[in-house]
Nanobody, 114 residues
Framework: QVQLVESGGGLVQAGGSLRLSCAVS????????MGWYHQAPGEQRELVAI???????NYADAVKGRFTISRDNTKNTVYLQMNSLKPEDTAVYYC????????WGQGTQVTVSS
């Protein structure tokens, strides 16, 4: 059974930083894409950042220049370094993996206070 376990969320002041991690365990085929989505209260889940197996990246416009996604294939882990956080970044952040199907983590709360 495949599991995605996120960590690193929490409460931070505006301008601060957090680093999210998502460790993938279980029997899984090649992870073509790994990434992060977020969902604020009353809003739809939205893409934050994606990284492919060849390490191409794509970011939402709102986070470009502030967030960096990376992956460690030896650890089956994807990271999201979030700098210069803003109150509007407040949301539940979900890890995502595309393999033979989509996989999602349970989510980790990120709260940025003003």
């Amino acid at each position: 059974q495949v599991q995605l376990v996120e960590s690193g969320g929490g409460l931070v002041q505006a301008g601060g930083s957090l680093r999210l991690s998502c460790a993938v365990s279980g029997s899984i085929f090649s992870m073509h894409r790994m990434g992060w989505y977020h969902q604020a209260p009353g809003e739809q889940r939205e893409l934050v950042a994606i990284i492919t197996s060849d390490r191409s990246t794509n970011y939402a416009d709102a986070v470009k220049g502030r967030f960096t996604i990376s992956r460690d294939n030896t650890k089956n882990t994807v990271y999201l370094q979030m700098n210069s956080l803003k109150p509007e970044d407040t949301a539940v952040y979900y890890c995502y993996v595309l393999s033979n199907r989509n996989y999602w983590g349970q989510g980790t709360q990120v709260t940025v206070s003003s």
